[in-house]
């Protein structure tokens, strides 16, 4: 295993604890940033799909997601982000390496993210509400329905927004624009009020 | 002076069907250029034949099949059909090693 130095949060300098915005009395959206265990993403190739939907099987011990539906168990969720390619996110460290070791070069890529990538939480009555002020894709739950994924993006910046719940979302950012992207989203939720935790 | 602008400007949405991700807007995605053009071999074909697949365009009024790529989707690219003056979008289809699982033409 490579030696990495200790993860420093982008958002360290601009995530305040706290309440903000119109209605402090009435909080309609809930903000937090975590930090994933183990973010990796997977890619088979066009003729080893079976073999390495069987790899992800055997280390997450859960079965491989078509999209736009995820898979996800207390630990660990997976999501379909392209053909053959899939993100898997884990509270546990070390999922890379497990990965690494059952997906060979012949049969597809694995690629650690845990440090390119920020997640931040939303939930609240207005998550959907806020979210859709500024993310051109449907947010509606016959569109988007809980235990489902997304990829698009706000003003370039990608995300990958995972539905954990009908008022709770998952936001996959990338790290280098996490702070660009926290700016938008208080802005955005300054006008129903929020906190921060 | 007061402009008129073109009837389709403003008012059209252009929205192009990703064979991955569905239906989204077209600032998700990246212009990568006529489809319709056919680079002549590497090891074959006159100077001439390379300069008309680098420089020369027909330009069309109407429709015109394009490749794009969902630059802040999926990543694939596709082939649309576009009309270059309504801007209307008649095909998305999928290209590349993927287009099979995709379910587009091998």
Redesign the interface.
Known sequence: MVDVPERVSPLDAVVEPGVFGANTRSLEVFLSENLCGSLVQVQAWPDTVGAVEKAVQSVTKLGVPKAPATAHSETVSIMQTGPGRWLVDSEVEGLEDKLRGKVSAKNGAVTGLTHARVLIQIKGPKAAWVLASGIAIDFDLTAFPVGTSQISHHHEIGVTIHRTGEENFDLYVFTSFARGFWHWITTASSEVGYAVS | MKRVAAPHLGTIKMRLTCP??GE??H??FTYRGDASATRPPMDNGSIEDHNTYVFDRTNPDGEHRELWNHT?????HMVVTRNTTTHKISNCEPVG??T???GGKS
């Not at chain 2, 802040?72 to 694939?76: A, D, K, L, Q, Y």
């Open positions: 991955f991700c989204r807007d600032q998700e802040s989707g999926c990543r694939m090693p993927w099979k699982a995709l």
